[in-house]
């Protein structure tokens, strides 16, 4: 079965410096990949996704990610975090061969920007 | 545009009371539905969802349950609640399965 793992459950970083926020996954056959991100008591917005084309897909706001199938990652990264990046973020994984679009989830990443 | 909405945003509850959270969609017809818990430093768990009126897939055995008793609404229930109920629940959409869209989300305080 599909399985999603993000190593890191907390992340610190100063504000304007770059980060890396980790995402793998068991397999590579035929899946969507995306990145949704949460404020404290709010639901999961959606960051950015994979579903074919370009390996390397952006947001809006500055955050970019790499499909790699060799490594099965979806790695998000920013070169330059601010203090309202502060959130929590998941990594989810839809195995497009199931047929029925489930997302397996990740445990979480908690972003923590400092001044 | 397309908007899901929840209530109660909040919910303290007592053991062994029931339990109806609802769920709704605008804009789109059809959607796939689905109910996820998010307890307190865990990830998102995959409850429930439904591809159309009447057709619910459970994920997880457990005491809760849902219904879909019009196309763009979503109900999750429980006859008797469990302590470990507690958590944050969210409703999420899609069309054609790609890209799911979430609700704002109900916290639950089972006591």
């Known amino acids: 079965a599909q399985s999603v793992t993000q190593l890191d459950s907390q992340v610190p970083v100063f504000e304007e410096a770059p980060v890396e926020l980790r995402c793998n996954y068991s397999?590579?056959?035929?899946?969507?990949l995306f990145w949704y991100v949460q404020y404290p008591n709010q639901g999961l917005q959606l960051l950015l996704k994979?579903?074919?084309?370009?390996?390397l897909v952006e947001s809006i706001n500055g955050f970019e990610a790499e499909f790699n199938k060799s490594q099965t990652s979806f790695h998000l990264r920013k070169p330059s975090v601010h203090i309202s990046d502060t959130a929590e973020y998941f990594c989810a994984v839809s195995d497009r061969a199931s047929g029925t679009y489930k997302y397996i989830f990740g445990t979480g990443t908690r972003l923590k920007v400092l001044a | 545009s397309q908007t899901i909405h929840q209530w109660p945003a909040t919910l303290v509850q007592p053991v062994g009371s029931p339990l109806s959270l609802e769920c709704t969609v605008e804009g789109t017809s059809n959607p796939n539905l689905y109910w996820y818990r998010q307890a307190a430093g865990r990830g998102l768990q995959l409850l429930f969802y439904s591809i159309g009126i009447g057709q619910i897939s459970s994920e997880v055995p457990q005491n809760l349950s849902a219904s879909r008793p019009q196309d763009r609404q979503f109900i999750l229930s429980s006859k008797k609640l469990l302590l470990s109920d507690s958590g944050f629940y969210l409703c999420a959409w899609s069309l054609s399965g790609e890209t799911q869209y979430f609700g704002p989300g109900t916290r639950l305080l089972v006591l």
């Open positions: 994979y579903l074919s084309g370009s390996t």
């Open positions: 397999s590579s056959v035929s899946v969507y």
